[in-house]
């Protein structure tokens, strides 16, 4: 049977004669095909080689993408050399900081945009070129969908900066920053000081944020080369990367190694495992509980939170520790973490070489000194840097950064401050009249995958300015909403179901009595059943709607957090696994 399937995809249309435009009449399709492209100077033998496909996310409004075009050449470069033909393509780019609403309200939409691309037009494979946060799982998403050859580039991180001879970078040290002038305690002119050195260069946030995060959980799904997550985007490396990529999907294209032989239960299992011990951006279990959605596999929370219970965090990097990216690039990047946390592994998943991890990893350069990268004895933190609450506030589950959490407020009990929307909070957060105490526990309703819509990172609640004024640093804060993962705090997110499609969140009044353990991993609000049911009836909750455009099929069709936030018609049809399994 092997051999059946083998002979059949050697018969099968590759290059330029694949997925030909319909006119009735297949041999003129490939006629007026072939006649245009070689309008833009192409020769037959150029036209008779494996095509490999380029997805082009540089944009104006996308400076995490800034080095696109270099990246572009190197790919090509790598391409030629092994004997393939690059073609570089447009989609969407999305930026986290210059999309409105949210760019996770457009992830789903680059996706399909991803998928429709790559099915569309004639590549053998293809090659997938994102950094900033919702980029990179939005190709993810598009390709697991297509299923054909994909190996993902990452653009790289940012340089660091330095301000008063303090060593800075974004976008932790921005949001550390702006606390300190909310506070008063630095001026304006400070603060436009140090907005001119947070971002020294192109590239993503050079601290553990949802790019950071997603770069390693690609290398650790095997979809990236070998070392493909850490070098800086301004860098050498980062270029020679490129190369390597592009020569490597033309071996993908040859082997027929389509992405589905890659993103296993497995894969995603190591995925899980990377994304605790980097204390990554909680973006990240939304955005693998999509991916992997795409494919038929579940992932586990209870299982998630089975494995941060096992899994130290190790990589000492802003939030959760002290270093930047480019200090992980240094110290050796994944081969270092994934070597540490090789007991751990499954060994046996696929990557984009054609080698299982195990044995890529048996090929890493040999270890070194170095202080960024914890030994397994000795971590930053004693758990993953993630733990899944639940309760009657959360039956669906909530999730918390514990290891950039204040270990003192991880098992607190105060009363609830309620926002009903960003715009309240935003009326009343600054407010001197607002009642509220260090003690107490902000809670922000609507601002899920549909109440906001899009889910925005509105889930850093600030610190009310009267207690910013009094030196206060944390206070426990409850939403339905994510935060950026270069963010810090005791906050709860993605409480499910949101408060828009009538979540018991949508019914908790200031005043109330909020429970958070996170050593039993409870969020609990100390209100009976009946009362919330009396509340439900007295003012039922009608889910927001809209009239027309992406917002309408948005608000029809997005999925909760525990399903990835992704559109219901865009996952599988049948589940095909769990992870972990």
């Known amino acids: 049977m092997a051999n059946d399937s083998n002979d059949n995809d050697k018969n099968k249309p590759r290059g330029m004669k694949k997925g030909l435009a319909n006119y009735g009449d297949q041999g003129f399709s490939l006629f007026l095909r072939k006649a245009f492209i070689k309008g833009a100077g192409f020769t037959d033998n150029a036209l008779d080689r494996p095509v490999i496909g380029i997805a082009n996310t540089g944009s104006g409004f996308n400076p995490c993408h800034g080095n696109a075009p270099q990246l572009i050449e190197a790919v090509k470069r790598g391409v030629m050399l092994a004997g393939g033909l690059p073609v570089d393509f447009p989609t969407i780019s999305i930026h986290e900081s210059f999309s409105t609403p949210t760019s996770m309200y457009l992830?789903?939409?680059?996706?399909?945009?991803?998928?429709?691309?790559?099915?569309?037009?004639?590549?053998?494979?293809?090659?997938?070129?994102?950094?900033?946060?919702?980029?990179?799982?939005?190709?993810?998403?598009?390709?697991?969908?297509?299923?054909?050859?994909?190996?993902?580039?990452?653009?790289?991180?940012?340089?660091?900066?330095?301000?008063?001879?303090?060593?800075?970078?974004?976008?932790?040290?921005?949001?550390?920053?702006?606390?300190?002038?909310?506070?008063?305690?630095?001026?304006?002119?400070?603060?436009?000081?140090?907005?001119?050195?947070?971002?020294?260069?192109?590239?993503?946030?050079?601290?553990?944020?949802?790019?950071?995060?997603?770069?390693?959980?690609?290398?650790?799904?095997?979809?990236?080369?070998?070392?493909?997550?850490?070098?800086?985007?301004?860098?050498?490396?980062?270029?020679?990367?490129?190369?390597?990529?592009?020569?490597?999907?033309?071996?993908?294209?040859?082997?027929?190694?389509?992405?589905?032989?890659?993103?296993?239960?497995?894969?995603?299992?190591?995925?899980?495992?990377?994304?605790?011990?980097?204390?990554?951006?909680?973006?990240?279990?939304?955005?693998?509980?999509?991916?992997?959605?795409?494919?038929?596999?579940?992932?586990?929370?209870a299982g998630l939170d089975r494995m941060g219970r096992e899994t130290p965090v190790l990589l000492d990097l802003k939030p959760s520790g002290q270093h930047y990216m480019e200090d992980f690039h240094h110290a050796g990047g994944m081969a270092t973490l994934l070597r540490e946390l090789k007991p751990l592994l499954r060994l046996e998943a696929m990557t984009v070489s054609g080698r299982t991890l195990g044995e890529e990893i048996d090929r890493y350069d040999a270890p070194f000194e170095q202080d960024v990268v914890r030994k397994f004895a000795d971590p930053i933190y004693p758990q993953g840097g993630i733990a899944v609450l639940r309760g009657n506030l959360a039956p669906g589950g909530a999730i918390i950064k514990q290891s950039a959490a204040h270990p003192k407020l991880m098992e607190h009990e105060g009363r609830a401050v309620v926002f009903e929307n960003s715009e309240d909070m935003a009326n009343r957060i600054d407010s001197d009249d607002l009642d509220v105490t260090a003690d107490d526990i902000l809670v922000l309703k609507n601002i899920g995958p549909k109440g906001a819509p899009g889910m925005p990172e509105a889930g850093y609640i600030p610190i009310p300015k009267k207690l910013a004024r009094a030196g206060v640093k944390d206070i426990?804060?409850?939403?339905?909403?994510?935060?950026?993962?270069?963010?810090?705090?005791?906050?709860?997110?993605?409480?499910?179901?949101?408060?828009?499609?009538?979540?018991?969140?949508?019914?908790?009044?200031?005043?109330?009595?909020?429970?958070?353990?996170?050593?039993?991993?409870?969020?609990?609000?100390?209100?009976?059943?009946?009362?919330?049911?009396?509340?439900?009836?007295?003012?039922?909750?009608?889910?927001?709607?809209?009239?027309?455009?992406?917002?309408?099929?948005?608000?029809?069709?997005?999925?909760?957090?525990?399903?990835?936030?992704?559109?219901?018609?865009?996952?599988?049809?049948?589940?095909?696994?769990?992870?972990?399994?």
């Not at 963010?487 to 949508?506: D, N, R, S």
């Not at 100390?526 to 039922?540: F, H, M, S, Y």
């Open 107 to 301: 992830r789903n939409l680059m996706s399909m945009d991803t998928e429709e691309m790559v099915r569309a037009q004639p590549m053998d494979a293809v090659v997938l070129i994102g950094g900033c946060d919702k980029t990179v799982p939005a190709q993810l998403m598009g390709a697991a969908s297509a299923n054909i050859p994909a190996i993902q580039l990452i653009t790289g991180s940012m340089l660091t900066g330095a301000h008063r001879g303090e060593r800075v970078g974004a976008c932790t040290d921005c949001r550390r920053y702006w606390g300190k002038f909310r506070a008063d305690e630095i001026d304006g002119e400070e603060i436009a000081a140090v907005n001119n050195q947070l971002v020294a260069s192109v590239g993503t946030c050079s601290v553990m944020g949802t790019a950071s995060t997603m770069a390693c959980i690609a290398e650790a799904l095997g979809m990236t080369v070998p070392g493909g997550a850490s070098p800086p985007a301004v860098t050498a490396d980062r270029i020679r990367v490129a190369e390597q990529t592009g020569a490597q999907a033309v071996q993908m294209a040859l082997d027929g190694l389509t992405i589905d032989k890659i993103l296993t239960p497995a894969s995603f299992e190591n995925a899980m495992r990377v994304l605790l011990a980097i204390g990554g951006s909680t973006n990240g279990i939304i955005h693998l509980t999509a991916i992997a959605g795409r494919l038929g596999i579940d992932i586990d929370l």
């Open 476 to 581: 426990v804060r409850i939403s339905d909403g994510r935060m950026s993962g270069t963010a810090f705090g005791t906050i709860v997110l993605h409480v499910t179901p949101e408060a828009a499609i009538g979540g018991p969140l949508a019914y908790v009044q200031t005043g109330d009595r909020i429970r958070l353990s996170v050593a039993n991993r409870e969020i609990s609000l100390q209100v009976t059943d009946e009362e919330l049911a009396r509340r439900a009836a007295a003012q039922p909750v009608i889910p927001p709607t809209a009239e027309r455009g992406y917002r309408k099929l948005f608000l029809q069709s997005v999925t909760q957090a525990d399903q990835g936030v992704d559109f219901d018609f865009l996952r599988a049809v049948r589940t095909t696994g769990k992870a972990p399994e």
